[in-house]
């Protein structure tokens, strides 16, 4: 079967860092997403990773370990705004570029 | 104006009745996708088209049929609702490399 765990909530303080993990068990595999939605919006896309490493875009940050089947977002100067839900996402192989969504991790940030 | 619209946003109906969700999407793109989102389960693929006449079923496509009326259309059809079909639906869009899905707003469908 095809699987993805990520931490049903995190909560955090405005100016913090914060790490969502993500571990995954697909058959066969091309790369990770993460992708970000607010309250009563759409999900939006936030980065991607097909190689090991760190991408990082801005205040985000994701990084992939394909030995591992493991990934995390990493959101650095917290603020408000970025109170959301966060999916990670396989695009598993023969899968005709679909998705996988994880259940999504709540992130919560206060003042 | 937004890439990827959905009508109607929300929906009420009666168990039994056939609903029609539709998408459009001015991004060009030749892939479209259907998904259902409930609390605590992420979103799951209904069903997935890579151009018009290409039509694919996903996890969850048992009671619903899709249609693929030209590149830019591709709807969604409950063909009697049921109660457990009340979830937030998302249009999805993506080119060929797959690696960025952009989404509707969704439509909120409430069966009672």
């Known amino acids: 079967g095809q699987s993805l765990e990520q931490p049903s909530e995190v909560t955090a303080v405005e100016g913090a860092i914060v790490q969502i993990n993500c571990t995954y068990q697909?058959?066969?595999?091309?790369?990770l997403s993460w992708y970000q939605q607010h309250d009563g919006g759409a999900p939006t896309f936030l980065s991607y990773n097909a190689l090991d490493g760190l991408e990082e875009t801005g205040r985000f940050s994701s990084f992939l370990s394909r030995s591992d089947s493991y990934g995390y977002l990493l959101l650095q100067e917290l603020q408000m705004k970025d109170s959301a839900s966060y999916f990670c996402?396989?695009?598993?192989?023969?899968?005709?570029?679909?998705?996988?969504f994880g259940a999504g991790t709540r992130l919560a940030v206060h003042p | 104006d937004a890439d990827v619209t959905q009508t109607p946003r929300n929906r009420i109906t009666k168990t039994g009745k056939r609903i029609m969700l539709e998408c459009s999407q001015t991004?060009?793109?030749?892939?479209m996708y259907w998904y259902r989102q409930d609390p605590g389960l992420g979103l799951r693929l209904i069903y997935y088209s890579f151009d018009v006449k290409d039509i694919n079923k996903g996890e969850i496509s048992d009671g619903y049929s899709v249609s693929r009326q030209a590149q830019a259309k591709f709807s969604l059809s409950l063909e009697s609702a049921i109660p457990n079909q009340t979830a937030l639906y998302f249009c999805?869009?993506?080119?060929?490399?797959?690696?960025?899905?952009?989404f509707g707003p969704g439509t909120r469908l409430t069966v009672t």
């Open positions: 697909t058959s066969g595999f091309y790369g």
């Open positions: 991004k060009g793109h030749d892939r």
């Open positions: 996402a396989v695009r598993a192989s023969g899968g005709y570029n679909k998705l996988i």
């Open positions: 999805a869009t993506s080119d060929r490399t797959g690696r960025e899905q952009y």
